[in-house]
């Protein structure tokens, strides 16, 4: 089945720096990588996600890249701010359902 | 919109006591999701409907876990009985259709087994 490794496990920035998180997965099958922010004990939200016939997706600071051949795709947020800080968590959708990466742990210092 | 709702927020009991949650999804969501999530960890699936039938349940452990969506809106997970290693936030989920289609979470329930 699919497995989804996620990198690095904590991540600490200054405010305004850029944050990069990269995951890969197994199944060459999956066509759908979203990615979830959840702040200290709420729930997940989805923040950005990628199909697999576009390379490159942005939203304001947020982008995702993905690279099929590889198998990875990354998490890229630039200027970070400290309300920036939470757990993301990578996904990707492998038969029938979502498989999580373990979550990046990203602190913004102001 | 409404988002996912579920209940109780919190819920300490007992090692081989019983437990059950509950999720409304959001409303016309035909798939709905049970996630474990321990602390430190990703979500993990526990068991998948679409509608009212079970699609995945391949993770949940049968011996003591239990799902129902009767009606193919809300459900309840139940765990009977609960052990140790149970501890964690049990997430519930929806989206509209099963394939690459964002899921929405609910606020969890807290479960605390000492």
């Known amino acids: 089945g699919e497995n989804v490794e996620q990198h690095p496990s904590t991540l600490s920035v200054q405010e305004g720096d850029s944050a990069v998180i990269k995951c890969t997965y197994s199944d060459s099958a999956s066509n759908y990588f979203p990615w979830y922010k959840q702040e200290l004990g709420k729930r997940p939200q989805l923040i950005i996600d990628?199909?697999?016939?576009?390379g490159e997706k942005k939203d304001q600071r947020i982008a995702v890249t993905l690279n099929k051949t590889a198998k990875h795709f990354s998490l890229h947020i630039t200027e970070t701010q400290p309300e920036d800080s939470a757990v993301y968590f990578c996904a990707a959708e492998g038969p029938d359902k979502l498989i999580f990466g373990t979550g990046t742990r990203l602190q913004v210092f102001p | 919109e409404a988002g996912v709702a579920q209940s109780p927020r919190y819920k300490i009991i007992e090692k081989r006591q019983s437990v059950a949650f509950w999720c409304n999804p959001i409303s016309g969501h035909a798939t709905l999701y049970w996630y474990q999530q321990i602390l430190g960890q990703g979500p993990k699936l526990l068991i998948q409907?679409?509608?009212?039938?079970?699609?995945?349940d391949s993770q949940l452990p049968k011996d003591r876990f239990s799902a129902e969506r009767l009606k193919g809106v809300d459900s309840t997970l139940k765990i009977q009985p609960a052990k140790l290693e149970d501890s964690a936030v049990y997430l519930c989920?929806?989206?509209?259709?099963?394939?690459?289609?964002?899921?929405?979470f609910g606020p969890g329930t807290r479960l605390l087994v000492l």
């Open positions: 409907f679409q509608n009212n039938g079970v699609v995945d």
């Open positions: 989920a929806s989206s509209p259709t099963r394939e690459r289609q964002t899921q929405y």
């Open positions: 990628i199909r697999s016939n576009v």
